[in-house]
């Protein structure tokens, strides 16, 4: 049995005249009887009588319209679904996120992928920078967003973001009085450093802007991750440096000041994917992305 002989057989069955039946499908009537007839050989059992204005369904024939319409229904949507995943509209999906920006800048994203795509399942996985790349060649994640990424030969990395970098002090620290923290009034007090894992990484990115003045940080301690860095601020254990995404992070004692330095001071956030995926969700998720770094959705840039 072919896909034609159950088109075929619909026809006929809906129409109850073979000549009309013929008519609909855009062929002469005979090859269209010896189709039925071919059907009703193969399956064994006679599916219509004649009668005098056409044809009738036996009882065998009723019981395969309804099956017949079925497999029609189910071609039809497998059809549409392969189709749909072939251009990137469904299939899975899996993200890993790491740091301040899963608090403000990549969800925006994701939530507009899932907008734009919601037959796509969506998977997000909390992972370093080190653990992406691993998994990007594993193939575990489809994409990845980090901060300061090395160049690695089989992974591309796409700029989304670039943020200003900002003071997390106690609200009770005399230092929060001002608008702006320069890096010299930082100087001699205790740091919360992050990530902890990962170079290079942010920790860098502060012993950098440190150098600028010609000093180095006092590092009071180093955590995983900028939620609890910040919660450490919250506590009375020091000051520390974040991407403006971390102001998301609203506690009774932390306040947030621009940094001042010579030069604005900034984060970037980039998105990370395989060399070698040609996959149709990753192009579809790559074109979001890329719209909303267009929108201004990525870009908080605003000056230092």
């Known amino acids: 049995m072919e ?5 075929y057989f619909i026809a006929v069955a809906r129409e ?16 269209l009887t010896r189709q039925i007839q071919q059907l009703e050989e193969e399956l064994g059992v006679q599916l219509f009588v004649r009668t005098p204005k056409g044809v009738e369904l036996t009882q065998a024939g009723r019981l395969m319209l309804a099956e017949a319409e079925n497999i029609q229904t189910v071609v ?10 072939a251009k990137g509209h469904l299939g899975r999906l899996d993200v890993a996120v790491f740091g301040s920006g899963v608090l403000l800048l990549i ?28 998994a990007l060649r594993q193939r575990r994640i489809t994409v990845g967003f980090n901060r300061l990424l090395a160049p690695e030969p089989d992974i591309a990395s796409e700029l989304f973001a670039i943020e200003p970098v900002m003071v997390a002090i106690n609200a009770l ?13 930082l100087a001699g007090k205790p740091m919360v450093m992050y990530p902890s894992s990962g170079r290079p990484n942010f920790v860098d990115k502060v012993h950098q802007l ?31 440096l974040v991407a403006e995404s971390a102001m998301a992070l609203t506690l009774p004692s932390v306040v947030y000041r621009r940094l001042r330095t010579k030069k604005p001071a900034t984060i970037d956030l980039s998105c990370i994917y395989r060399v070698d995926d040609e996959s149709p969700i990753l192009g579809t998720f790559l074109e979001v992305m890329r719209g909303c ?12």
């Open 107 to 134: 969800p925006r994203v994701l939530l507009a992928f899932r907008t734009a795509h919601p037959g796509v399942t969506m998977a997000v996985h909390t992972m370093g920078k080190t653990e992406q790349i691993e």
């Open 16 to 31: 109850l005249n073979i000549g009309r039946a013929a008519a609909r499908l855009h062929i002469s009537q005979p090859p």
């Open 3 to 7: 896909l034609r002989h159950i088109k």
């Open 293 to 304: 770094r267009g929108a201004g959705i990525g870009t908080t840039e605003s000056g230092g």
């Open 76 to 85: 039809s949507q497998t059809v549409d679904r392969v189709q749909r995943a």
């Open 173 to 185: 620290d005399p230092l929060a009085a001002q608008d702006e923290i320069g890096i010299r009034d």
């Open 210 to 240: 440190f150098a600028t003045e010609r000093l180095h940080p006092t590092v009071a301690h180093e955590v995983g991750d900028a939620v609890t860095a910040v919660a450490f601020v919250a506590s009375g254990f020091g000051v520390c």
